[in-house]
């Protein structure tokens, strides 16, 4: 036994005196269990903490909105995933739960640390961060299978007044927002796709409207003043024509990260960003960029994402006539290039350091 199974094992039988803040609704698990997660006020400060027994809910809500001070025993640690470098506690069934008179220490709300969005490209993939920013609807909300399970998508971009990121919303949580709002988003999840950053909803992500009260009137204010993203490397621009289609290059990603797969092959990949063995399917072969030339004033070589395609071609069979719309769950190179250089009018956003497309919209 190593010196922190030593520290967690003795910790855990040791009463443990504060008070619960932030709970948050029962939610169910990748894995088919109910938890939920609460913050712990020690004498120390704050550490997290999760519950996996549902019914000791209601009786860990009610000490959070009382405020009263508890004593927690038969409890146990683990390291969190906010930062590895901090414990959370553990509460299940053998956890006691007592209220306690008197508590050496006053009861205080937790600080909230937001993550400039700027700061993101230096965080590494998986961390949960939390934001302030004004969220652009990027596409309509689309069914996709995610580990053979129908699940609703949402990509959106949001900003703040460093830059802007997108931001992938998954079921429960896509009605929480609506277009040129300013939200809180906490415990979002930091992820790259083809090396770029974005931030993915989870089961602990909470999403509230910021109001302008005296607190934040300035920044909410200046966010809602601003009709475009913030970004200094996203920019939009008019083009009467796609200038040329250059490459369309379909790939396997990884089932875990969603990087592209190397080692294709051998029908068993190893991914090369976070180690998952895995056997390739037909489905697997389905992901694909595109390259596309934009003349004018930019005169750039773009990448267009799966995502941004396919939102594209519903955008342009909404405008076709009905002999020449096309089937986006089966596209071909054909069709693709077809439709971009027949479009004409487009408004695409594009980050200019990476080339990566994040919108293509008719502009008129």
Not at 105 to 130: C, M, N, Y
Not at 281 to 309: C, M, N, P
Request: charged residues 25%; hydrophobic residues 35%.
């Amino acid at each position: 036994m190593n010196e922190d199974e030593k520290g967690c094992d003795y910790l855990k039988k040791v009463p443990i005196y504060g008070y619960v803040h932030d709970t948050s609704p029962v939610k169910p698990s990748r894995s088919n269990y109910t938890y939920f997660n609460f913050k712990f006020q020690t004498a120390n400060g704050f550490c997290d903490g999760v519950c996996f027994d549902k019914s000791l809910y209601n009786q860990v809500k009610q000490k959070d909105e009382t405020q009263k001070s508890v004593r927690l025993s038969n409890y146990s640690l683990k390291r969190s995933l906010h930062n590895s470098n901090d414990m959370a506690i553990v509460v299940n069934k053998r956890t006691k739960i007592e209220s306690v008179s008197e508590c050496p220490f006053d009861h205080k709300a937790p600080p909230k640390r937001f993550t400039k969005i700027r700061e993101i490209d230096d965080i590494s993939d998986f961390t949960l961060v939390s934001i302030i920013g004004k969220v652009h609807i990027r596409s309509e909300q689309s069914e996709v299978k995610v580990q053979e399970r129908s699940v609703m998508k949402l990509d959106c971009n949001v900003a703040d007044d460093t830059s802007a990121i997108k931001l992938t919303l998954w079921d429960k949580n896509i009605p929480l927002v609506q277009e040129g709002q300013v939200y809180e988003i906490v415990n979002a999840r930091v992820r790259s796709y083809q090396g770029e950053k974005y931030l993915s909803s989870n089961f602990d992500t909470i999403i509230t409207t910021v109001k302008s009260d005296a607190r934040n009137m300035r920044f909410v204010s200046q966010l809602m003043e601003n009709d475009e993203s913030i970004s200094e490397n996203t920019i939009t621009t008019i083009v009467d024509r796609i200038g040329g289609v250059q490459e369309i290059q379909r790939y396997a990603v990884c089932n875990s990260c969603r990087r592209k797969l190397g080692n294709l092959q051998t029908d068993l990949s190893v991914c090369d960003s976070c180690g998952l063995s895995q056997i390739k399917t037909a489905s697997d072969q389905t992901h694909f960029s595109v390259g596309i030339f934009i003349g004018g004033e930019h005169k750039v070589l773009l990448r267009v994402l799966q995502d941004q395609v396919e939102s594209f071609i519903k955008l342009y069979n909404a405008q076709a006539e009905s002999y020449n719309k096309i089937n986006v769950e089966s596209l071909t190179n054909s069709e693709i290039i077809d439709a971009f250089l027949a479009a004409r009018d487009l408004k695409i956003t594009f980050n200019i350091k990476s080339k990566l497309v994040s919108s293509i919209l008719y502009s008129k």
